[in-house]
Structure formats: structure tokens, C-alpha cells
């Protein structure tokens, strides 16, 4: 970024108040009556029938649409292990996502434990308060370990965010550019530069959706993750590769695709130029991917390009899930986010895409036209249909695979985030 965007970049965070998000009242707070019913003596009644019945607080309280994004700063976007505190603006800045995009209210928590299992224990005891738990910015291979245990100790939906959401976005942009470049995903020739929370998930969602294992090259600091490595733990280990290619160099040759899920400027032009024609390139890391979209359509004029950025085409990036997730997940109070539903939010981002653009969407990238193709594979996070689209599919695999706690919601389809406490 220049130095006047970085500048930009903090004004807006700074301005004309510090931070992002604030707390608004839902209940008419003018006069003593009020406050009797607020506060002492009538805040007695509701925690009296929470107290007989602990579902009573999606009744009285508001855990039902709230959400805690939760952090421990280890991985944050492509910087590093910064910490908990300097992972807050991340954290507010999912919580402006929930709330715009899906209406639902959040809570950032970052904490400060000395292990995992402080991690885990710290989250456990304070789960309840909410609706769901959105994980966030947590460094593998810690945070395969945090969110089974959570999910197991948890009777709420427990979702890492950027395992489940980058692999559901980049599912739906892989299988809409591979069919673009004409190409079939079990033939695909993948290389995933990165073997941690993000990559993993994605690959193993990719070898779901049809990909082969055995054509997948993924790489670490190190270099291929191959059959003849003795330092891998068993995350990387699932895919490890029976191959003599040791380098990026080596595994780019001819690969069908790049998906990079690691650093800033990895992929240089000359590899880019080994793949084969019309590659398909998600350069994911954010907020500086792994190949500048500039250089890469520089480079070649058939590349498909993706990127984790808001300000180029094909935002491949976990906003296009998470809040609709957990609106169809909150709404038929399930218990967990599971396969089905990962996969049903596939396919309504896969299929939205598909479908004319709206003037909504073409007002807010200031553009005349955009249609189904290699610069539009994926919807924009500004297009409002992904609200009902996703969240629908989500809440009826909910249904469907026995998780939902209450039926398919009677107030769906949405149009808006103003109608999703129903009439
Ligand atoms: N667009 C999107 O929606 C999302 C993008 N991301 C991006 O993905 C990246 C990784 O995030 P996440 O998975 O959460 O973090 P993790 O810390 O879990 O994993 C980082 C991985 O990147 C690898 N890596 C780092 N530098 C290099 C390098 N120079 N060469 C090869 N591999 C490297 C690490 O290798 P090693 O194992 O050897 O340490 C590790 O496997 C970030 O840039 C993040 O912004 C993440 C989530 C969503
Ligand atoms: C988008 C996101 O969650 C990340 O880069 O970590
Ligand atoms: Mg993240």
C-alpha cells in the first residue's frame, strides 16, 4: 500500500471514534419504569427462568444472534504470531462483518494463554454465553487440536473461520474457475503453497469436492510435503506425496493451479510461467497475496486470478461465508457446523455466481457490467443475496443432517438483515 492508503487505513480506524463497533440498546431505556424492568427489581424475573431452564436465555437474552470471535494472535492474516492485543482490529473488523452482512452481533475476545490447552479451557468456561464461537487467526497445528476440543466440550457451534470458511469460498471459486478454464477438477494439477489452518482445510474440502490427493503438491517453509519427510506433524502428513519434486520450482511445472495460503510475494513471474495454460491462481494471503494480480496479468494473459483483497476481482476470502454460516446455523440453533453444511454453502456460493449481477453490486465496485467468467468466478461480499442463498442452504442442511435444534425458519427466505428476528 502506499504510504497516503496506510495513512487512510488508520484514519478510518482511529476516526471520529477508535475502534469499529459499539453496542446499541434494543429496549426503551427513558424512565424509571424502564429502569425497574431493566434492572433491579424486574432483571430478576428472566434470570429466574434461565436459572429452571438454560434455553430460556435465547428467550430473554440475546445469545441467540450473538457470536464471540475469538483469538490468540498466533496467526494474523499473513503477519505472524503478533499477539492477542494486535489481533483486535481483526477481530472487530469480523464483528463489522457479522453484523452488516448478516445482522448478527458479536463480541471480540482475545486471549492471552500460555498453551493450548489454557486456550481451550479459558474459551470452555465462558461458552455458554453465546450463540456460537467464530475462531480466528489461530496458527496450526494448535488450532486443529483447540477446535476439536472445543466442539467437544461445547454445546454451541464451534467454527475456526479460517480452517471452514476459507475452505468453503475456496471451494466454490476453484470449482466455478476450473470450469471456466475448462478443466475437470480430478485431472487438477494442484500445488497449495502453505501447510497450515487454511491450506490444510482447503485441500482436504478440495479432495472432498473431487480433487485428487495424489495430484496435490503442498509446500512449507521447507519445501514439498513428500513421502521421504520425518519432521512432519499429522496434519502435513496427510499429505505427503510419493515424488522427487523437493521446491516450489519443481512442484510448480505444469501445475493446473496454484493455491497460496502462506505469505506475501512467493510466486514469482518466471514460475507462473512454468504452469499450463489458463492457470488458475488463488494467491490468498492477505493483505499482500502471494503474486501482486498486477504481475500476474501482466505475466500471462490467460491466468485466472483470485486474490484475498477487497480492491481486485475475485475475492476469494472467508467473508463470503462465515456470517451467513452462522445465520443459518444461529436461526435453527444447531448444535455444530458440520460437513453437510460446510458443503451446501459450497454450492449456493458456486451457483450464485452463476446468476446476472445485480446494480447493487455493480454501484459498489463502480463498474457498468460484470458476468459469470474469469474476471467474476465468486459473488462479491456486497451482493445481498448471499443472505438468504447461503444461509438458507446452511439452515436446511442443518435440518436435514439432525443437528438443528428448531425447525427450518418459518420467516426465510431473507431479504435483509432487518428481518432476521422473524415478525
Ligand atoms: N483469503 C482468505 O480468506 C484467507 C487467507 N488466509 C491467509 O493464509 C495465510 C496463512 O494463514 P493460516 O493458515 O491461518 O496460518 P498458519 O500459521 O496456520 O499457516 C501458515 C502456513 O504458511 C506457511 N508459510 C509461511 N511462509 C512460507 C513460505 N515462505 N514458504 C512456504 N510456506 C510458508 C507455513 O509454513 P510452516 O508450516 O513451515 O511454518 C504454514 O504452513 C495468511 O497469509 C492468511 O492471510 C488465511 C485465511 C483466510
Ligand atoms: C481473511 C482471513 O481470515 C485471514 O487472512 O486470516
Ligand atoms: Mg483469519
Known amino acids: 500500500m502506499t504510504d497516503a492508503k496506510k495513512q487512510a487505513a488508520l484514519d478510518y480506524h482511529s476516526q471520529p471514534i477508535p475502534g469499529k463497533l459499539s453496542v446499541e440498546l434494543t429496549k426503551p431505556t427513558t424512565s424509571a419504569k424502564h429502569l425497574a424492568l431493566a434492572y433491579s427489581p424486574g432483571v430478576a424475573e428472566p434470570c429466574r427462568e434461565i436459572a429452571k431452564d438454560p434455553e430460556n436465555a435465547y428467550l430473554y437474552t440475546g445469545k441467540g444472534n450473538l457470536v464471540a470471535v475469538i483469538s490468540d494472535g498466533s496467526a494474523i492474516l499473513g503477519l505472524g504470531n503478533l499477539g492477542p492485543l494486535a489481533s483486535k482490529p481483526v477481530m472487530e473488523g469480523k464483528g463489522v462483518l457479522f453484523k452488516k452482512f448478516a445482522g448478527i452481533n458479536s463480541v471480540d475476545v482475545e486471549v492471552n494463554a500460555e498453551s493450548p490447552q489454557a486456550f481451550i479451557d479459558t474459551v470452555a468456561r465462558i461458552a455458554d454465553t453465546w450463540g456460537g464461537i467464530n475462531l480466528e487467526d489461530i496458527k496450526a497445528p494448535e488450532c486443529f487440536e483447540i477446535e476439536r476440543a472445543l466442539i467437544e466440550r461445547c454445546s454451541i457451534p464451534v467454527f475456526h473461520d479460517d480452517q471452514h470458511g476459507t475452505a468453503i469460498v475456496t471451494a466454490a471459486g476453484m470449482l466455478n474457475a476450473l470450469d471456466i478454464a475448462g478443466k475437470a477438477i480430478d485431472q487438477a494439477r494442484i500445488v497449495c503453497l502453505g501447510a497450515g489452518a487454511a491450506a490444510i482445510a482447503c485441500m482436504k474440502l478440495l479432495v472432498a469436492c473431487g480433487a485428487k490427493a495424489e495430484n496435490i503438491y503442498m509446500l512449507d517453509r521447507k519445501g ?154 465468486i459473488p462479491t461480499p456486497m451482493d445481498s443475496r448471499l443472505l438468504d442463498r447461503v444461509s438458507s442452504a446452511v439452515a436446511q442442511a442443518a435440518v436435514d443432517s439432525g443437528v438443528a435444534r428448531k425447525p427450518y425458519p418459518s420467516h426465510y427466505p431473507l431479504s435483509s438483515i432487518e428481518e432476521v428476528y422473524g415478525s
Open 224 to 377: 514439498v510435503i513428500h513421502s521421504g519427510r520425518e519432521d512432519l506433524n499429522q496434519y502435513k502428513a496427510m499429505f505427503a506425496t510419493d515424488t522427487e519434486r523437493r521446491t516450489l520450482d519443481d512442484a510448480i511445472d505444469g501445475a493446473d493451479v496454484f493455491v497460496g495460503l502462506s505469505g506475501p510475494n512467493l510466486l514469482s513471474p518466471e514460475q507462473l510461467n512454468k504452469m499450463a495454460a489458463n492457470p488458475v491462481v488463488f494467491a490468498c494471503s492477505n493483505p499482500d497475496p502471494e503474486i501482486h494480480p498486477d504481475v500476474a496479468n501482466a505475466t500471462r494473459d490467460d491466468v485466472i486470478m483470485a486474490t484475498g483483497r477487497s480492491d481486485f476481482p475475485n475475492q476469494v476470502n472467508n467473508v463470503l461465508g462465515f456470517p451467513f454460516i452462522f445465520r443459518g446455523a444461529l436461526d435453527v440453533r444447531a448444535t455444530r457446523i458440520n460437513e453437510e453444511m460446510k458443503v451446501a454453502a459450497v454450492h449456493a456460493l458456486q451457483d450464485l455466481a452463476r446468476e446476472p449481477v445485480t446494480q447493487e453490486v455493480l454501484d459498489a465496485y463502480e463498474v457498468d457490467s460484470l458476468e459469470f467468467g474469469r474476471g467474476y468466478i
